[in-house]
């Protein structure tokens, strides 16, 4: 079961492919990820995209490792020559890798025995060590090892995943947020005044964010923080300034 925890636990998207840098795939896993997490009270903090070279995909994975709480990945882990996150796990964690028995079993429940070539095997080879993360729709597990999560890169494959996941993981305590809405009061009328109202509040963080709404832009403040109270005062002190400033248009 999930189990929640005073401290803050935090977390980090390693995206592997070169049809992601090229433009060529639009990545649609980044924002599912961050949704899910941030609703379970983990902060995603960084999230880097490389190239499909090893040495690029094994420094990421320990840099990304050491410095947060969880790495998840996606992508790179197909039947494809080209599908080499597995292998650069294992090289960053030190351990072997080979076919995994249960993973095999896996995709014999979508394979015949005849059909397991040696590309479709490619997809059951695991690091040593690593738990499997199911995959119900295609069968090629993913896996954990560590504080590593190596999903698919396909969104519908990855969301099954992740669902499959977030029971196990230690979460914090859940991201408050506020937001008031600025109308069309333009960024420039109310940005130092804004920023005085953040300094006087430092235990919670205050942004501005202009959106494209019918009849055309209109900005909405998001005050964000963990203590209800420190939240509650922010934007209080926020609807104050904006109702001033629209008194005085």
């Known amino acids: 079961m999930t189990s929640t925890v005073p401290q803050t636990v935090t977390a980090s998207v ?8 090229s433009g060529r795939t639009k990545d649609k896993n980044i924002g599912t990820i961050a949704e899910y997490l941030t609703a379970i ?3 995603l ?8 070279e090893a ?6 994975v320990n840099a990304l490792r050491a410095r947060y709480s969880y790495l998840f990945t996606t992508g790179g882990i197909g039947p494809t020559h080209d599908d080499i996150t597995a292998d650069c796990v294992a090289r960053a964690f030190g351990v072997t890798i080979d076919v995994d028995p249960r993973a095999k079993a896996m995709l014999l429940e979508r394979h015949k025995p005849e059909d397991l070539n040696e590309a479709r095997l490619r997809m059951a080879r695991i690091p040593a060590g690593a738990d499997l993360i199911p995959n119900p729709i295609s069968k090629a597990p993913g896996f954990r090892i560590g504080n590593v999560f190596v999903m698919a890169g396909v969104p519908a ?17 859940r991201m408050l947020s506020e937001t008031i809405e600025a109308g069309n009061l333009p960024e420039g009328t109310y940005a130092s005044a804004l920023a005085a109202v953040a300094a006087a509040h430092p235990t919670v963080s205050i942004g501005s964010y202009p959106a494209m709404v019918q009849g055309g832009f209109a900005n909405r403040i998001v005050v964000r923080g963990k203590d209800p109270e420190a939240v ?18």
């Open 157 to 173: 494959i990855m969301q099954v995943m992740l669902d499959a996941i977030g029971p196990t993981l230690t979460t914090g305590q």
């Open 232 to 249: 509650g005062a922010a934007r209080e002190a926020v609807e104050g300034l904006v109702a001033e400033l629209k008194l005085g248009t």
């Open 45 to 52: 903090r960084e999230v880097r995209v490389v190239p499909d």
């Open 41 to 43: 009270g983990i902060e």
């Open 14 to 21: 390693l995206v592997i492919g070169d049809e992601i840098l």
């Open 55 to 60: 040495d690029e995909i094994v420094a990421a």
